[in-house]
């Protein structure tokens, strides 16, 4: 099984700043399957970013993904108010599918 | 795509419960649906998995021997029938659909998710 290791836990700062969260595979990742989820306070998650960089539909251009191998990164490039959530990371490439335990995104 | 999930409640330890989620805006046959939970203050658990044509199901170890996934293609209801409740089955319960790629143990890309439904269990 592959274990993802999310960094840091919590994130603070500030409406405006660039967030760049991490997201590390105990082994490699087959074909960058990698997905990013943002679920904000009392809501469920949402999908924004496929296959390590491809953004799902009507997620802000503000957000992107990178990375392969066991190496991943989700970048917000500028806070927005709503933006303040929490995150997972998922490696749906092998089985079993695994996620990461999160990394909250809080304002400062 | 609209997911909606309804039959959550408190119950007993020991007691069943039956999770129904109804989808809308897809072909449902077409795609595998999930059940994902999340415990109070935790992260996301995959539960279950079936198939499209229902054929194949998956679930983890932590519920192996007491859910049981099902879907009724001609009403577009995925169901979730949870026997043998304990304390820690306590969770908001998502259903999700996977549009693209493949699935097995541990589901697949989590596209759409409904709203949830709270399953408590407690004496």
């Known amino acids: 099984e592959i274990v993802l290791t999310q960094s840091p836990g919590t994130l603070s700062l500030s409406p405006g700043e660039?967030?760049?969260?991490?997201c590390r595979a105990s082994q490699s990742v087959s074909s960058s399957y990698l997905a990013w989820y943002q679920q904000r306070p009392g809501q469920a998650p949402r999908l924004l970013i496929y296959a390590a960089s491809s953004r799902a539909t009507g997620v802000p251009d503000r957000f992107s993904g990178s990375?392969?191998?066991?190496?991943?990164?989700?970048?917000?490039?500028?806070?927005?108010?709503?933006?303040?959530?929490?995150?997972?990371c998922q490696q749906y490439g092998n089985s079993p599918r695994t996620f990461g335990q999160g990394t909250k995104v809080e304002i400062k | 795509?609209?997911?909606?999930?309804?039959?959550?409640?408190?119950?007993?330890p020991g007691g069943s419960l039956r999770?129904?989620?109804?989808?809308?805006?897809?072909?449902?046959?077409?795609?595998?649906?999930?059940?994902?939970?999340?415990?109070?203050?935790k992260g996301l658990e995959w539960v279950s998995t079936i198939s499209g044509s229902?054929?194949?199901?998956?679930?983890?170890?932590?519920?192996?021997?007491?859910?049981?996934?099902?879907?009724?293609?001609?009403?577009?209801?995925?169901?979730?029938?949870?026997?043998?409740?304990r304390a820690d089955d306590t969770a908001v319960y998502y259903c999700a659909i996977i549009i693209?790629?493949?699935?097995?143990?541990?589901?697949?890309?989590?596209?759409?998710?409904?709203?949830?439904?709270?399953?408590?269990?407690?004496?």
Not at chain 1, 18 to 22: E, K, Q, V
Not at chain 1, 73 to 86: G, K, N, Q
Not at chain 2, 1 to 12: D, N, T, W
Request: hydrophobic fraction near 30%.
């Open chain 1, 18 to 22: 660039r967030a760049t969260l991490s």
């Open chain 2, 100 to 123: 693209r790629g493949s699935y097995g143990s541990g589901g697949g890309l989590f596209e759409y998710w409904g709203q949830g439904t709270l399953v408590t269990v407690s004496s």
């Open chain 2, 19 to 41: 999770l129904s989620c109804a989808a809308s805006g897809v072909t449902f046959s077409n795609y595998g649906m999930n059940w994902v939970r999340q415990a109070p203050g």
């Open chain 1, 67 to 88: 990375g392969s191998g066991t190496d991943f990164t989700l970048t917000i490039s500028r806070l927005e108010p709503e933006d303040f959530a929490v995150y997972y």
């Open chain 2, 1 to 12: 795509v609209q997911l909606v999930e309804s039959g959550g409640g408190l119950v007993q």
């Open chain 2, 54 to 85: 229902g054929g194949s199901t998956y679930n983890a170890d932590s519920v192996e021997g007491r859910f049981t996934i099902s879907r009724d293609n001609s009403k577009n209801t995925l169901y979730l029938q949870m026997n043998s409740l």
